[in-house]
């Protein structure tokens, strides 16, 4: 069982490609399933304790691993039933079934066990469950104290992370060979539980992985605040959002940081505002600028907007902003640019979007040619080039005010740094969720800034 930070992520085409692959080589499928299938027993020894495990077949490929995964259990002496619907349908499914040998009770009236293991469907689910499977899943899933899923639980789609119906959540879900995209996405990541990897020995490359931890260097002993990155904000109508980016950015280690705008002196006194002018603006020591959080929707910002898509600056374009912008106005852009939209700021600047949220994502950043930080419970960072990292569901809290202006500054920050746009947006975003990991239940936007500051201790 491997954790998941920084592994690829494969839709089910590619993955059915790499075991392809694998196949050519000279494995075959049932040599694969005998490695998922071990894989999943060892794992459920180590997580299940001396309880009874049922193990619910489904009639293909995954129901073939719950099958090899039973006679192992079996082998290693634990208490072992096996529950299905429909006899299975693959020959290396009825060469592992048949490997299994015991008795197989009807999915409809199963009894329960303190452990369930769900290998109905996996990536190769079409429809949605029928009713029966359905209730039956539900009802042992509900009566177990642990519940585990075979690389998903079943009813998700893979690509998508969408629900084909109800979908009881599980305990833990081992993905066989790779992430998929509904580990991560949701609503379908929600009912993963907790993700871990069971290798099955097939190589898997993707241009897409699970958002890791970023290196984050204490500043060198000659550094100085130019060389950690100078950050400027332009301040909205809205001060407080401007003032949450621009101490964020502080927070996440930008070297100085300047508010742009009106200037009113108060705490924190790091921060410095200037009067926005062409001298501030042009300033050739700003490493990135931050346009949008408070911005307001009016002329005036509109103005103010474009004063910042005329610089040469690298941009963080975030909140109202992405409501002002228009796609001709980022096509004559040549500096990099990082779009932090949410589904209603995206949706306003790209349209409804298409495909699962990676896809859209991908899209959009093709498009923009951006990078694009499509933010959520599901937050997806997509490149140009196609380069993707989804990152794992974060906090709950952070859906409260002022938290997207936090992370447009801490992405600033990694920006003006000297990281590259996508490393940057994949930073600022690891940075943000591990500050309400640690902020706890119902922080403020304001706390969420200073936790950052402990990440790198
Ligand atoms: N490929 C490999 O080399 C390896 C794959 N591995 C494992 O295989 C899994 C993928 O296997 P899979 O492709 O057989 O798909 P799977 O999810 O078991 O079900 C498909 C079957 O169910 C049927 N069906 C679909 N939806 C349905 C529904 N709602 N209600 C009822 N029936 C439904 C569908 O028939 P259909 O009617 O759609 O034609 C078909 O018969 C993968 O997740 C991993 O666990 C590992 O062993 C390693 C080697
Ligand atoms: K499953």
New binding site residues.
Partial sequence: MIPISGMPVLTAAQMRAAEDSAIAAGTSVGALMQRAGHGIADAVLRLAGPHEILI?C?PGN?GGD?YVAAARLLAAGRKVRVAAAADPRSDAARVARNGWGGAVEPLATARAAPVVV?????TGLSRALDAGAAAALARLVAQATLSI??????GIATDTGALLGDVPAVDVTLALGAVKPAHLLQPGATRCGAVRVVPIGVETASAAHVLAAPALATPAPDSHKFTRGMVAVMKGRMAGASHLAATAAMHAGAGYVALLGPTIPGAPHALVRRRLDDAALDDARIGAVVVGPGLGRDDEARALLGRALATAHPLVIDGDALHLVTPPQLAARTAPMILTPHAGEFAALFGAPSGSKLDAARAAAQASVAVVVFKGADTVIAAPDGRATLASAGSAWLSTAGTGDVLAGAIAAMLAGGRAPFDAAGAGVWLHAEAARRAGPAFIADDLAAHMAGIFA
């Fill in positions: 619910l489904g995954n719950g769900d290998a109905l469907f996996g899923a075979v690389d998903l639980p079943s």
